[in-house]
């Protein structure tokens, strides 16, 4: 499969080693950056060609599937133009920072006739979310009721605002218990702790946000983006039954100075390297059957409404109600 | 210390089991009970005598200090006859159901000039948290920010209703915390998830109880009590630099048909009872240097104030403010 | 009961302690030790009488019962003593030095025709061990084949010398598993790492235990007694179907600065500190009923036997075949 | 990297899915087996050509490099036709099954002057064995005294006999610990206890393998291939001022019926599949540079000569030297 990458920063740069060095079954071929030499540098790991712009990169007849990992609001031009050529794209999260430009997806989409579209939530393909999801789906601990997580982040930089742990980091979440739960949120209240004195002073941290299911479930997420200590996230859900624990990465426990302990992680990209490298690895291998199996448009535009409500919320303390249109019948699963 | 108790029920009976057998410089003098047959029957664990009311047991000369295990709804009066007879009172918890019971007391203790009662809040004497309070006061993890709890009983009989989660089973939590974080509480709402099917079908199980304390603290407490699966009591206090976890009682780990495994405790003498033994025993202690080191008065009244907001809270479906004056300068700690 | 305790030295005021402040239905009311001074420092904890000699305390006929906890080579002579009063005595482990005098006290009991001896081997009431013992008795790991364990301590004085880890230390895994699995060892080895550099140079430290049960299921002890960390006590049984493990002591974790840890107890008053009172609790409670329940007179004999052959197997570099006679059924249980 | 694979069996067809699949850099291109059919399935996962012996696959100009999954008895010759042929080779464990095969490899790789053989210890290569070692490289136990091991399998089939638990199981450990400790082992012997009922009656298992290295450190692995409830790793490292110990694999914790567990994981493909993966992706990277960086011939033939005398030790019952000549400055790392 012949990859065309939009955006090489950080992101851009990691999934072009990955897509490089540890995917099967794809190369990156082409390469395009607002920055020229930026653009230049990722393409020089994968032996790529460099594209001036994301709509020549698109319009390519040697890329098959194009990478989206731009500037979050150019993503629903440049997934509107990959639709428009009928190329699968792979969009990093957010699909769109704005629901309506996400309707526009949908619509697109659908006008098209096929999927094509798959977002980058990285979550769904962690080994330990995916041990949870098969021990709800057999059963072992009855009907979820409740689920407390928490998303923990040493800290943030300076240009890290007040919405992010919504749109940013909780998003995370708000997708992969989506996905877990297999239900769509209803409504959204944030609930915000004094903030903590380690951080930026302009930024409110920690914030929880608590969401309630169609159903009647609710969650609660504790976003913490200055915790210090490091990259920690924690879910549980409760069932009828019984509950499940996401585990901690697996690390060797050392016995010294009178304390037993385990290194906690530092970031999500060790935390989710594999994920990463798996989601990826899967996406390539579902364009050979024509579909992505991954996250849909319809799931990122959701994620985007929720997390949108969650900013509402904070913002005016109330129950915000989440206001997403029925699925359409294109997006079942 | 000669020791008369009052209301021979389960826990009282209980209580004077732990009296004679586990706890040393303390003897069971005198019982009495509505039910004389329960009163004997207690009576007969420790060699005393039946005493036929209430009012005679506080009375009586030969009782250095009274228990009171009654039906809560008593509680009041009984604490104001031993506050009146100069006697040392420990009353199981809630120490009044009614706020303004508590206040009567409160001031008949302040006009009695010396502390008398201590509410029977068994968690503060629980060995785990104990161990946190010591991390906490260590600065170990810095200054408390959130607090997620978790309350799960495996089933409740059907005069279980949906007030107790809140004045019955949480007002655990709010005791505790009130003692970890050293503060009051001045906002309670509760959440309500979809109620398991695994219940009455009057009961709303599970609720969750949203707590604010004076200083913007914010606290998660699930009170889920037909979890099914074991008695279960979880507590995580996330601090400005870490966090610190209650620790499950120690068991075995069982490597057996495909899983590694431990048992959960099944109900709260289980799960408490060291706690229980440790209560009464400092109580006894204490009393040599004449003053309760226990919760005092003002924890019992400061912790139905709370749980009745809790209810109220729910009924209403809103955010309650706790209604609760200074604390007197006779209760500072 | 009235107890008279011989031997005030650390473990002796312990003891004092304990009957006096944690052990219900006991009274120490006489202390000996060849040190006045220290035998009156004792006997004021508990209020007790001083006693000139050992021979007079056991004499008493206000001492119904008899703690033996003087300087281990007198432990035989003074444990014959009580046997000879008819007095019930718990004497602290080793209940001799020599095997020799474990079989004079054998002789004596069984002439005697009660039994009155109770070794102070405290782990059979360790709440850990007992768990481990229930799941063993239910069947739940199938029969034990194997036991790993370690006995590990932070630091010793430079009095400890190398025949030590076997007779002091190892002695209470040589118990506890001839407890737990309910058969004598019949032969021993001590294999010799490299010693540490943490210790006194004149101490072989660690040293591994190698046992072999009639049955032939094997046990390996390491013995470390200057691991630096803290007091740590590991042991696995593994069974034809599964194994079990020892917890270690409820602690809470901290998450903070990179790492999730708890701590490690660092000496073993504090990781025994409750079966040292289960102990006491349990033989006075025994009493009532005329006869000691714990590890008995036979017990001592044994583990001693095993100890001593452990030395040797040490020395001589082989293995050695465990010397014991078939137990006589006076002490089957 | 264009790759012959020899020996179609289960591990063959593994690799070559692996290579296929999961590995970048490489592509399968021939293989042979002596069946035919089993070759001609095996290169059909990778669109490779069947080649109909080893000598004209290893001959084969199209093949760059070589992997040997054939019986373990032709180890020796492929491997040296490998080296005779220039052509880097990839061997699975055991690399012979005599230690004097392994002579006539070292002496042909040494002649040769260039490092062309890779031994199949996937060990190394497993996340939770390469975080202890950077635990220990970082002095973070101090300088290593004694392991612990375990390596038990949920049952083995018929053909699996009393030697296997050496030359097959713990041969893993043997490399694993080599690596760990970074030196040789010195002498072994191997402790029988009461075989298990639950196997074939021919087999001796557990076995215990009790190794001292050079330094004078001291291993214990027990070895026991039918313990039912799984296929579990265990591993802790005592070093003179701490302990590290292998982590199991991460699981959800699931609370559910009055305990909470985990799984148990039941097989090794599941339990090392990362580091197979791992294994030969860095072996094919390795080749890029030129010369292979994972476990040597040197490697391959300390371990074979290590485990064969585990099996004199067992048969004897004694203590028996590792004859192992110094390692050559060749395999110097």
Known sequence: MKIGLIGAGWIGEEHVKRLAGRVTGAEVVAVSDIDP???????????????????????DPGVEAVVVTSWAPVHA????????????????????????DGLRILDAEQARGERLVQVGFMRRYDAGY????????????????????????????????SDKPM???????????????GEEFATVQVVVPRSTSQRFP????????????????????EVFVNCRYGYDIQCEIVGETGTVRLPDPAAPLVRSEGRASYAVVQDFPSRFADAFDTELQEWVDSLRSGVPA????????????????????????????????????????
Not at 39 to 56: F, L
Not at 90 to 99: I, Q, R, S
Not at 148 to 155: K, L, M
Not at 167 to 181: C, F, M, Q, S, Y
């Open 202 to 221: 302009h930024l409110v941290d920690p914030q929880i946000l608590l969401l309630e299911t169609a159903s009647g479930a609710r969650v609660d997420v």
């Open 130 to 161: 995916r041990q949870m999801k098969a021990v709800l789906d057999a059963g072992g601990v009855g009907v979820p009721l409740m689920v407390h997580c928490a998303h923990r982040n040493p800290t943030q930089p300076e240009s890290y605002h």
């Open 294 to 333: 991954g996250p849909s448009a319809w799931d990122g535009y959701a994620a985007t409404v929720v997390a949108n409500a969650a900013v509402e919320a904070r913002r005016t303390g109330g129950v915000v109600a989440v206001d997403l249109p029925g699925r359409p019948a294109f997006y079942q699963e």
């Open 167 to 181: 749109v940013d980091t909780a998003v995370h979440e708000i997708d992969v218990l989506r996905w877990l739960l």
């Open 37 to 59: 030499e930026r653009a230049a540098a990722a393409a020089a790991i994968a032996g790529a060609r460099v594209v001036d712009t994301a709509e020549r990169l698109i319009a």
């Open 77 to 100: 031009e440049q997934v509107l133009a990959c639709i428009a050529a009928g190329k699968p794209v792979f969009c990093e999260k957010p699909l769109t920072t704005e629901a309506a």
